[in-house]
């Protein structure tokens, strides 16, 4: 069975502080891993990565991926009130479409 | 772009009554949309793959003839909750696979949710 695990579960820090969020996973056959961000609402993507070594980045926010290790992190610097949500990590396995989620990371970001 | 819809936003209802509820793919054309179902502070359930033309495959678990789905085109797909329960109230998600796509077709977009209450 697909296994992705998030950590930490929770975090809180001050604005202006740098995040780093992991993403771990077991799965047959990795094909992609997505990354979105959930406020009160659905998730919005946020980046697909499906080659090792290779950051994918947009404005404070980045994310790469290790196929060796089987784990992703996604960094957020100089982070602001703005980024408080869940942050969810998928998995694509195989031929299928369905993604495997993992719980999520729930960042709280204080004034 | 890849933007998809979702109406309503928020039903209430009374027990035993059906609600639809809409997904639609608003600038992309879409053969497989998700629904998902979330319960407060608990990551994504995925329900049912509605694939475009053909019957819905469901999650084990998943009581087909109480939740209702049809793909009638290739931007819209819609769940019915039939004879609602208050153990159904839950926030329901649709995500629209793109048929193509400039991240993928591994990408799915997310509607914003429909809160269901049933009281």
């Known amino acids: 069975e697909d296994k992705v695990v998030q950590s930490p579960l929770s975090l809180v820090v001050h604005e202006g502080d740098t995040v780093t969020l992991n993403c771990s996973y077991e799965?047959?056959?990795?094909?992609?891993l997505l990354w979105y961000k959930q406020e009160k609402k659905a998730p919005t993507f946020l980046f697909m990565l499906?080659?090792?070594?290779i950051e994918k980045k947009s404005g404070r926010l980045s994310s790469i991926l290790d196929k060796k290790e089987l784990f992703s992190i996604l960094n957020i610097t100089a982070t602001q009130t703005g980024d408080s949500a869940v942050y969810l990590c998928?998995?694509?396995?195989?031929?299928?479409?369905?993604?495997?989620f993992g719980r999520g990371t729930s960042l709280i970001v204080h004034p | 772009g890849a933007v998809v819809s979702q109406h309503p936003s928020r039903v209430i209802c009374k027990s035993g009554t059906s609600v639809k509820i809409e997904c639609r793919s608003l600038?992309?054309?879409?053969?497989?949309m998700f629904w998902y179902r979330q319960f407060p502070k608990q990551s994504l359930m995925l329900m049912a793959t509605?694939?475009?033309?053909?019957?819905?495959?469901?999650e084990q678990g998943v009581e087909k003839d109480k939740f209702l789905i049809n793909h009638a085109s290739l931007t819209l797909s819609t769940l019915t909750v039939t004879s609602a329960h208050p153990e159904d109230s839950s926030f329901y998600i649709c995500?629209?696979?793109?048929?193509?796509?400039?991240?993928?077709?591994?990408?799915?977009?997310f509607g914003p949710g429909t809160r269901l209450t049933v009281l």
């Open positions: 509605s694939n475009e033309g053909s019957k819905a495959t469901y």
């Open positions: 995500s629209a696979k793109p048929l193509y796509g400039t991240s993928g077709t591994d990408t799915q977009y």
């Open positions: 499906t080659s090792s070594g």
């Open positions: 600038d992309f054309q879409a053969t497989t």
């Open positions: 799965v047959t056959n990795f094909r992609s």
């Open positions: 998928a998995v694509l396995s195989g031929g299928s479409y369905i993604p495997t």
